[in-house]
Each structure stands twice: as structure tokens, then as C-alpha cells.
């Protein structure tokens, strides 16, 4: 979605809005732009690429220290040169970058046309613009906080004035946004890729928060950088770059064993088969009175809820539902907020869908959690307590790393509720042991890349495709169909083995491959039939299987062997194997693997 990078200080604005603007394209967007103030406004936007921005602007003089730039993801008004930010009042002075959606745009567009004022756009960010514009008296943060006082929405935005060129006034209100303090320099993003290169400490503005940022510092609520706001970056920037890799997903793929480590570091207690999550101390009165979970997330985090359902109700011993972020924010949920908890998983910690979601039970009075990689997101802080990954920045579009971090740490919360409940300290301490294998197990897959890499190679001009999976496994099968449509944009379709024969049998023939998961656990017999009928219908098979059974190969054309695990945790071993061959795929057919067509990394909008 739309990337915002704003700079003040004393280096060549230009450079470092570039650059940021390069390291937020994985975000996914239509168009470009950036102003930079100097003796005058120096204003350039484009269709198109950030490199198509960068040629514009290569031979244009622009000695200013302080400008915003923007890639926009079009919602109002199709990606053209005029629709793209940074947007602008009547007299060229005031210049805005805005992620979100301004809901009343239009009504306030006609009050602003019927005051005279002219737009050059179709967008709703442009209004807010004008609407700064009949506020200003000479202090810029004044007016950008009138103009909000009207604007029903959402925003994080960066706003610059030619009379006032020592400061950026930036706000937020359900849109992320991160302030990096440097020296003598200060950077304003939507995303801390954009800030790691120029410094680690940062602010996480609050929902509804004006801040006035300079280059010594930033203002905000009267006081003058408050130190107790100012918080310290995990990430390193290594983390955010290729390191050799021929694209982040691959890279991503192959951070699945440190993921692991780093999101249990310090959570399992082996001995006592228990997890200790510190996130969750401050509501464990409470958590002990939970009767009932609900999991909401959107996409690859959805189906990592789906595995969480099965864990928590067999091992963690409470029940549990997962639901589409997106729709149960409309479903009028009946909530029982002594007794529910809502959990909510998200690697961005931005999701539109989600947050909505926790917004809506939080006004119930329901207690929620959050499963959130990025740290200070708003997720991450509008939840009542949570649990970070850890798993480091994800910049390729299709979540992979994350979803294996997530599905660690929903094994940790599992252990914590089960052993409050029935679990016993033996089970427990086999679950705990098991969990500290995984890196190790995820090492050996890797290590078959190349054998998977050929079986994408057999496969990669099929049309369709169909992914079984049962219990633990099924929403795996899920997750190994998104993968591939997303990325490699063939069709595939993820279901639950027992439910193939209830209709999509009927697409079943030597054109359309299936891909199961047939793991040697409660459901090996079930899957294993369901594949036989795809076999009795001329349907191509490739499984993940478990090492070490040879039956498999009488009804599979191929077969990627993984190490045993526990049935419950097996999901964190399979879905290596089905990134993998969706990844390579991908690069076969010459798809853009890490920032897929009408994609984007964090989905903002509803
Ligand atoms: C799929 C994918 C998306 C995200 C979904 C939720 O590969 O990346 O389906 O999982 O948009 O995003 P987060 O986890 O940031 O809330």
C-alpha cells in the first residue's frame, strides 16, 4: 500500500527520500512522488515506478534539506501524474503525503470548490490539502489540526509548508507511522525499512497524535522530545536487504530455523513443559477466566488461526473459533466479555481489517491480544497485550517467514493455556522438547531446494492445481495454494482432503496436479485414500510426506520426504516444502516474486 518518507536536516533531501521510497516499494503501488524545498517548491510526481520518478528527477537541481515523498497505491482516482502525492493547495504552498482513505472527502470537496478553491486531482487526499490551506494563519500544526478536526477517516500523513521550511507536521490515525530521530536530522516513514539506514531510535506517534518534527527533535503535546517516547529499533538493516539472496521471499524462506529460535528465545521452560510469555503477564488473572477464543487475521495469517483452532482446543483445552478479520467485524458477534478473549494476528500489526476487528470487540469490552511482528505497530499497541514474533522484517509480499513464526508462537500460547487446564507436565515437556528441534528439522528440508526446485521445473506449466490437507494440515493446504496463485498467478485451490470428494473431484484429470500433505499421523489412511481417488483419475500427485514411508510412492509421482515431528507442530515443517515449489515456479515463469501484480505488503484500506 502507500508509503510515506519525509526528511529534515542537513543532507541532500532528495537522496534519502529516494532511497526510503526504494526500500517501501514492497509495499506495493502505482505512482510516485516528491517535493523538496528550496528557494522554491520543487515538485515532481509520475505514474509509475520509483525509477521512473528517479529519471525524472536526476537532472533537476534540488539542494533542499527538507521534503516528503510518496508512492501511492491508487484507491481515488486511477495511478496518473496528477492523482499521485505529494498533493497541493491553491497557491503551491502547502504540499501533503497521506496514506488512508478521507471518508467525507466529497462533501468537503464541494464546501471547499464552493470557497473558491481549484483542485488538480481526483484523489481524497488533495481535500485535505485545501482544507489545511483555510486553516493556516501562519502556524502550520494549527491548521493541519483543524483540517483533521473535519476529516472522518483514516490518516498517517507528512505535511510541509514553503513558509514554514524548518518543520514537517505529521499525524496519524489508524495508518502507521514512525518518526526516526537522527543527528542533526530526523525521518518520517510508514515503515521502519525506510528509517533503519539513518537510525534506530524512533517514535511511534499515538492514534490521533499531531507531531512537529525538526531536525533537532520533534515536538508534540507542548513538550519538546520527551524522552520517555522515544523507543530503540530491533531491526538490524542487513534484515532488510538481500544478503545474497536472489529475492527476500527465498531469503525469507531460508530465515524459517532463526525465526524459530528467536520467537521461543526465553519463552519454554523444557523441564517444567511450559511457556513463559512475558507479553501476557499483565493480563494473566484475566486469561485464567477465558472460556472462549476467537482468532481473527486476514489471508496467511487467517490460516495460521485455523492451525491455532486445532491446537488450543486439543492441546490447550479451550475453545476456539477463527474468523476472516473482514467479516466479523459485521457479523454482530455475541461476546461474553467476561469469558472471551480475541486474539489477533498480524505480521504488519496495520491491517485495516483487523485492526477494525479489535477496535470492535475492545468496545465491548472484550479483553485482546495480539500476535504482531512489527514492533509499536498499531496493532501492536491497540491491543491489550500481545506477543511480538520476532521473526525480523518480512519485505517479500507473500508472508512466509511470518506465518512460521506465528504458528510458533501460537504452539507457545497453546502450551500456556494447556498446562493451566489439562495438560499434563509430561506432554507438556514433549511438546516444549519438540518445538526446540524444529530449526534443526526446517535446516533439513531446506537443504532438499534443489530437489524441489525440479519438481517445480515438471510442474510449472500446469494450469491448476488443487492442495489437500487434512486437521492440522488442511489450512496448510490452503496456505499452499495462496502461495502459489499469489505469486505465481496460476490458479490453484487449497481443501480439505475429505471434502474433495464432495465436488472438486470433478476438476480432477491428467491436466489439473494435485498437491498433498500426507504426513504419518491421526489422518495418514484418510489423506492416503483421498489421493488414491485423484490417482483412479489420471490426477498427477505430489506429497510431503513424512521420511521414512515408502507406501506413498505407489500412488505419488513425487514425493518431498520431511522429518517427523509431532502431528500438532507438523504444520510448521509442511508449509516449507510448499513455499519452496511455489517459489520456484514463480521465478520460472518470470513473475516479479517479491512484489506480485495488485499486491501489496500491508493492506491499509478496508
Ligand atoms: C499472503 C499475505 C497476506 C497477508 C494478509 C495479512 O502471502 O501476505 O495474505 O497474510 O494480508 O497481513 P498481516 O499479517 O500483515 O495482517
Not at 509509475?48 to 491508487?74: F, Q
Not at 488443487?466 to 495462496?482: C, F, S
Request: charged share 25%; hydrophobic share 40%; proline share 4%.
Amino acid at each position: 500500500m502507500c508509503g510515506i518518507v519525509g526528511y529534515i536536516g542537513e543532507k541532500s533531501a532528495k537522496d534519502i527520500l529516494i532511497d526510503g521510497l526504494r526500500r517501501l516499494e514492497y509495499r506495493g503501488y502505482d505512482s510516485a512522488g516528491i517535493i523538496v524545498l528550496d528557494d522554491k517548491p520543487n515538485l515532481v510526481k509520475t505514474e509509475g515506478k520509483v525509477d521512473t520518478l528517479d529519471e525524472k528527477i536526476k537532472d533537476i537541481s534540488m539542494p533542499g534539506n527538507i521534503g516528503i515523498a510518496h508512492t501511492r497505491w491508487a484507491t481515488h482516482g486511477m495511478p496518473t501524474d496528477e492523482n499521485a502525492h505529494p498533493h497541493f493547495d491553491c497557491n503551491k504552498k502547502i504540499f501533503i503525503v497521506h496514506n488512508g482513505i478521507i471518508e467525507n472527502y466529497k462533501h468537503l470537496k464541494e464546501s471547499l470548490i464552493k470557497n473558491g478553491h481549484i483542485f488538480s486531482s481526483e484523489t481524497d487526499t488533495e481535500v485535505l490539502a485545501h482544507l489545511i490551506e483555510e486553516n493556516y494563519e501562519g502556524n502550520l500544526e494549527s491548521a493541519v489540526e483543524n483540517a483533521l478536526s473535519k476529516v472522518i477517516g483514516t490518516y498517517g500523513i507528512a505535511a510541509i509548508s514553503a513558509d514554514e521550511p524548518d518543520k514537517i507536521v505529521a499525524a496519524k490515525f489508524g495508518s502507521p507511522l514512525i518518526i526516526g530521530l537522527g543527528d542533526n536530522e530526523s525521518i518520517i516513514a510508514s515503515d521502519a525499512s525506510a528509517i533503519l539506514r539513518h537510525t534506530k531510535q524512533v517514535v511511534y506517534p499515538e492514534e490521533g497524535e499531531i507531531v512537529v518534527v525538526q531536525k533537532d527533535g520533534f515536538i508534540t503535546k507542548g513538550e519538546i522530545s520527551p524522552k520517555d517516547r522515544i523507543a530503540i529499533l530491533e531491526w538490524e538493516l542487513e534484515q532488510a536487504e538481500k544478503s545474497g539472496f536472489p529475492h527476500f521471499m527465498l531469503k525469507e524462506i531460508f530465515e524459517g530455523p532463526k525465526v524459530i529460535k528467536d520467537s521461543i528465545r526465553g519463552r519454554l521452560i523444557v523441564d517444567e513443559g511450559i511457556s513463559k510469555l512475558g507479553g501476557l503477564e499483565d493480563v494473566a488473572d484475566e486469561l485464567s477466566r477465558i472460556e472462549r477464543l476467537i482468532i481473527v487475521g486476514c489471508g496467511t495469517a487467517y490460516y495460521a488461526g485455523l492451525v491455532g483452532e486445532y491446537l488450543l482446543e486439543e492441546y490447550g483445552g479451550i475453545p476456539t473459533e477463527v474468523e476472516y478479520a473482514s467479516e466479523f467485524r459485521y457479523r454482530k458477534p455475541l461476546l461474553d466479555k467476561e469469558t472471551t478473549a480475541l486474539i489477533a494476528i498480524s505480521q504488519s500489526g496495520e491491517t485495516a481489517d483487523t485492526l477494525s476487528a479489535v477496535k470492535e470487540v475492545k468496545m465491548k469490552g472484550v479483553l485482546t491480544l495480539g500476535i504482531v511482528n512489527v514492533v509499536g505497530s498499531t496493532i501492536a499497541r491497540e491491543t491489550d497485550a500481545g506477543v511480538y514474533n520476532h521473526a525480523g522484517p518480512e519485505i517479500g509480499v507473500a508472508s512466509t517467514k511470518a506465518l512460521v513464526s506465528q504458528l510458533a508462537i501460537l504452539s507457545l500460547i497453546t502450551l500456556m493455556f494447556g498446562r493451566q487446564r489439562e495438560l499434563s507436565l509430561v506432554m507438556g515437556q514433549r511438546i516444549a522438547k519438540e518445538i526446540y528441534e524444529l530449526p534443526a528439522k526446517i535446516e533439513e528440508i531446506l537443504s532438499q531446494n534443489d530437489k524441489i526446485k525440479e519438481i517445480a521445473e515438471k510442474y510449472k506449466d500446469y494450469k491448476d492445481f488443487l492442495y489437500l490437507g487434512r486437521k492440522y494440515n488442511y489450512p496448510i493446504a490452503l496456505e499452499g495454494a495462496l502461495k502459489l496463485k499469489e505469486i505465481s498467478y496460476i490458479h490453484a485451490e487449497g481443501y480439505p482432503a475429505g471434502e474433495m470428494k464432495h465436488g472438486p473431484i470433478a476438476l480432477i484429470d491428467e491436466n489439473f496436479p494435485t498437491f498433498g500433505i500426507c504426513l504419518k499421523d491421526s489422518v495418514y489412511d484418510k489423506v492416503y485414500s483421498n489421493l488414491c481417488e485423484i490417482k483412479a483419475r489420471c490426477g498427477k500427485i505430489i506429497v510431503v510426506a513424512s521420511e521414512g514411508d515408502s507406501e506413498i510412492k505407489n500412488i505419488a509421482d513425487d514425493v518431498i520426504y520431511i522429518p517427523k515431528t509431532l502431528e500438532m507442530l507438523s504444520p510448521i515443517l509442511t508449509v516449507v516444502p510448499l513455499q519452496l515449489f511455489a517459489y520456484h515456479i514463480a521465478v520460472m515463469l518470470g513473475r516479479n516474486v517479491d512484489k506480485p501484480r495488485n499486491l501489496a505488503k500491508s493492506v491499509t484500506v478496508e
